[in-house]
């Protein structure tokens, strides 16, 4: 047995005694930081101790400081360790630490509160190593006898660990900070009142929170088969829950591209286990490698990109992961309601002026969303009822509320930020219904692009389907504020456009292929009828207008500069833009007759079931072939379109970028010869790679135009009318609360 050390000046001794206690099986802590638990102890008053001897029972509450551990055991072949630490009372565990990798000289600074009602018993202390899937090691234990504690002070406890079958041998040091300190009948009963409430909840399953976790890729994964490759899954755990993925086969770099949510059933969070497996046919799993990621050092209501590196170099996994509230609170008590503080918004207002242009990129702009409720679902339970929460994207970012039960006109009262880095994103609202058993089922959905949102205006929105091409059943209560700086969200439009990361797969579909053949159809047509326009001109049909076209030839011609080009694309758009002042339609009835066509071929999908079923047969025969040509007619009939809805002023801020751009290039090329011109984009072509290796290559003209909605955004972004009776002010009157 050790000797107890000296404590600093007025302060009590403390005695530690080294023990062994062979491996048990590891239990799940029971106690969290700052949770308190009425558990048995001792009492014991050292010498010297000015204050009165403590009494051998009653109630006090011991408070320790875990804070870290100097030169322990080494327990792992690569002359390391990942400690742990248990405390023990009564042969009970009240408190277990994290795990700190691959450390010796480990940093805690984690915090317990216990209660005890003698002090008899002393708090054991033991140490292991963590291993995976095998027994965990011994690395050396300590007692720590209460009965030679003072009351209401802090002592500064060193704890010398030892192995009693090798008492000679130094396992290390722990450094603690504990205070006892006593208290009276009423704290004990209020203390077991909030025990049995904090377990009431557990059984009852009642959950903090929300963990939204979307698996993206795997990079530089370790090869496990003999072809050099791996066929890799992930397995995640957070407390009882779990979930795997789909084994993606003979790849080092999988892309997963899964969404799933886990419960948070304690307020810090926890510890959330990521481990990757190599599927083996026949035989038992590889294990490829493993990390933990802490959830309590997260913010909540914020989307992290994180890049998880596996233990020894095994690769690297990326993973999009939100932290959500369950509770609803009132939207005027949200701190997170910034923008109706008159103070805050100046702040944000500046941030984003014109002034700061020029201060980070990146940062364009702020969205806030006042998820209000909803009216009139749809019933998905068997009770006529349905279990609705609303989950709000923008870009990759995903945030959700709680879910409110066995409700159709549910208030949910949520407020959620989010940084704009491209203002021509697209706000997607969407409602479902909670299945424990089974995935969410989909309620409706809506789609606001950010630069059609009108600041602090509380809307009713008709909730659409899954492919925004039709209504379904309720309305949405939103009310939103954007702010951006105008000058960052040009220049961001000149540059790649954010990849979405979960994207549901494209299927093959007859209806979607016809869709895109049409357009596809509309827009030759389109060419096919100037040409015949400009032909009726060579063979004067009409004397007058060849006459004229003949002339204008001449005249064009005869005076032609390559100014002129840029120019009369910006006189184009300054026609369309009075057109639409003086209220004519440009382009309106492309788009109603491309929703027509989209809501007739919904009406039509179930028709010959027989026809349809032994044609989807020969589609799936050739089902890549077959989701080319669907998507190529889409992407060409897409850039058809935007082009188009660029000249017709579909969207005001990129018909102004375009003048803009426009009116600069006519200058230039005006004012400075061609030669000079080419020779500059020819120079800056050739030298971008040297200027700058790692630059992303890119069209700005395309990458200007991904920004154009096409006809069926346009669609899909349209806004559905409502009955009088959806107004949310007339709701506002009936509903006061």
């Known amino acids: 047995m050790s000797a107890c050390k000296q404590t600093p000046p007025n302060r009590a001794l403390v005695r530690f005694h080294s023990a062994f206690i062979c491996y048990h099986m590891r239990s799940p802590r029971i106690l969290i930081d700052r949770d ?74 984690e915090k317990v509160s216990l209660l005890v009602d003698s002090l008899r018993e002393p708090l054991y202390v033991k140490v292991f190593d963590y291993d995976f899937g095998l027994q965990d090691d011994f690395m050396g234990s300590a007692y720590v006898y209460l009965e030679s504690l003072e009351q209401k002070r802090n002592l500064d406890v060193t704890l010398d660990l030892k192995d009693p079958h090798y008492p000679e041998h130094f396992l290390g040091t722990l450094e603690l900070a504990v205070t ?32 939204s976790i979307s698996l993206i890729e795997g990079r530089n994964l370790t090869p496990m088969d003999t072809n050099g490759l791996s066929d890799p899954y992930v397995k995640f755990r957070l407390d009882h829950q779990k979930y795997k ?122 969205v806030q969303v006042k998820v209000i409720g909803a009216e009139g679902l749809m019933a998905a339970d068997v009770t006529g009822k349905s279990d609705p929460f609303c989950v709000v994207e923008l870009s990759n970012d995903r945030l959700q509320t709680h879910t409110v039960y066995k409700n159709l006109n549910p208030e949910w009262n949520k407020v959620f930020t989010f940084n ?4 021509h994103a697209v706000l997607e609202v969407t409602v479902y219904d909670e299945d424990r058993d089974r995935s969410a089922d989909f309620l409706g959905k809506v789609a606001i692009p950010l630069l059609r949102i009108q600041n602090g205006e509380r809307k009713a929105y008709a909730l659409k389907n899954k492919e925004l091409t039709g209504p379904t059943k309720g309305v949405i209560f939103l009310e ?76 064009v011609v ?45 009406e039509d999908d179930d028709d010959k079931d027989s026809d349809r079923k032994g044609f989807m047969n020969k589609l799936y025969a050739i089902q890549d072939v077959c989701i080319s040509v669907q998507n190529a007619l889409d992407e060409v009939a897409s850039y058809g379109e935007r082009i188009k809805n660029t000249f017709n002023w579909t969207v005001p801020f990129l018909s102004w970028l375009a003048i803009a751009a426009l009116f600069v290039g006519t200058l230039v090329i005006y004012f400075i010869p061609l030669r000079y011109i080419v020779l500059f984009w020819g120079v800056n072509k050739f030298t971008r790679k040297l200027r700058d290796p790692y630059t992303i290559d890119n069209n700005e003209l395309l990458d ?22 959806s107004s949310p002010n007339k709701r506002k009157k009936n509903n006061p609360g």
């Open 36 to 109: 308190v638990l009425p558990l048995g102890g001792i009492n014991m008053v050292g010498p010297g101790n000015a204050n009165p001897p403590l009494p051998s029972s009653g109630m006090y509450q011991l408070d320790i400081v875990l804070k870290k551990g100097h030169n322990l055991a080494i327990r792992d072949r690569g002359g390391t360790s990942d400690p742990y630490v248990k405390f023990k009372m009564l042969g009970k565990e009240v408190f277990r630490s994290k795990t700190v990798r691959k450390n010796l000289n480990p940093v805690w600074d």
């Open 180 to 211: 006892l300190t006593p208290k009276d009948e009423n704290f004990r009963e209020t203390q077991q009142q909030n025990l049995r409430t904090s377990e009431l909840n557990r059984k009852s399953q009642l959950w903090r929170g929300i963990v």
């Open 245 to 366: 993925s789909k084994t993606m086969p003979k790849t080092l770099n999988p892309q997963w591209r899964e969404q799933f949510d886990f419960h948070l059933y304690e307020e810090n969070g926890g510890e959330l286990e990521i481990t990757v497996w190599d599927k083996d046919a026949g035989k038992r799993d590889d294990f490829i490698g493993r990390s933990l990621l802490q959830l309590s050092g997260m913010s909540k209501e914020k989307t992290h990109k994180l890049e998880l590196p596996l233990e020894e170099d095994k690769g690297t996994l990326v993973l999009l992961v939100t932290l959500t509230a369950s509770a609803a609170v009132s939207i005027y008590d949200l701190p997170v309601n910034i923008l109706d503080d008159p103070l805050e918004r100046c702040k944000i207002l500046r941030r984003y002026s014109l002034l700061r242009s020029f201060h980070n990129f990146k940062d364009v702009g702020m």
């Open 420 to 423: 704009v880095k491209d203002v």
């Open 480 to 555: 939103t504020d954007v702010i951006f700086n105008s000058m960052k969200a040009g220049l961001r439009t000149l540059v790649p456009i954010e990849q979405k990361y979960i994207e549901e797969e494209p299927k093959v579909s007859k209806q979607l292929l016809q869709q895109n053949f049409n357009r596809v159809k509309r827009f030759i047509l389109v060419l096919i009828n100037g040409g015949y326009y400009m032909n009726s001109c060579l063979e004067w049909e009409s004397p007058q207008r060849s006459i004229c076209a003949f002339l204008l030839f001449l005249l």
């Open 558 to 602: 005869w005076n032609f500069e390559l100014y002129m080009i840029p120019l009369s694309l910006l006189l184009l758009l300054a026609w369309n833009y009075f057109l639409i002042a003086s209220g004519k339609d440009t382009g309106q009835g492309d788009v109603q007759a491309l929703e027509d066509m989209l809501q007739d071929e919904d």
């Open 704 to 725: 200007f135009l991904s920004r154009v909605p096409s006809d069926v955004q346009v669609v899909q972004y349209q806004e559905l009318k409502l009955d009088p009776g």
